[in-house]
Nanobody, 122 residues
Framework: QVQLVESGGGLVQAGGSLRLSCAAS????????MAWFRQAAGKKREFVAA????????DYADSVKGRFTNSRDNAKNTVDLQMNSLKPEDTADYYC???????????????WGQGTQVTVSS
């Protein structure tokens, strides 16, 4: 059974930082692209960042480029999202997801975590 478990969400002031982690089990982790999506209240789930199986290629939404960093540790089956210079508009539930091929489209992802909440106060 595949499990993706996010952690690290919380409440932070604008300009602050948070580090999200996603622990994976039940899949061949090093074969998968890992991505982060987020969903704010009343909005559609949107792509945030993705990292390829080897960790050599990353992709970021324009809204987070230069502020967020996606990394992975295939030995530990974990993927992290370092979020700096947070803004109130970053407030959302953040989800990690796994797919064989890198994509910005949510339908490309086979497995999803339960999400972790991030709230950025102004």
């Amino acid at each position: 059974q595949v499990q993706l478990v996010e952690s690290g969400g919380g409440l932070v002031q604008a300009g602050g930082s948070l580090r999200l982690s996603c622990a994976a089990s039940g899949l061949s982790f090093s074969s998968y692209t890992m991505a982060w999506f987020r969903q704010a209240a009343g909005k559609k789930r949107e792509f945030v960042a993705a990292i390829n199986w080897r960790g050599s290629t990353t992709d970021y939404a324009d809204s987070v480029k230069g502020r967020f960093t996606n990394s992975r540790d295939n030995a530990k089956n974990t993927v992290d999202l370092q979020m700096n210079s947070l803004k109130p508009e970053d407030t959302a539930d953040y989800y990690c997801a796994a797919a064989y091929l890198s994509s910005r489209f949510r339908n490309a992802y086979d497995y999803w975590g339960q999400g972790t909440q991030v709230t950025v106060s102004s």
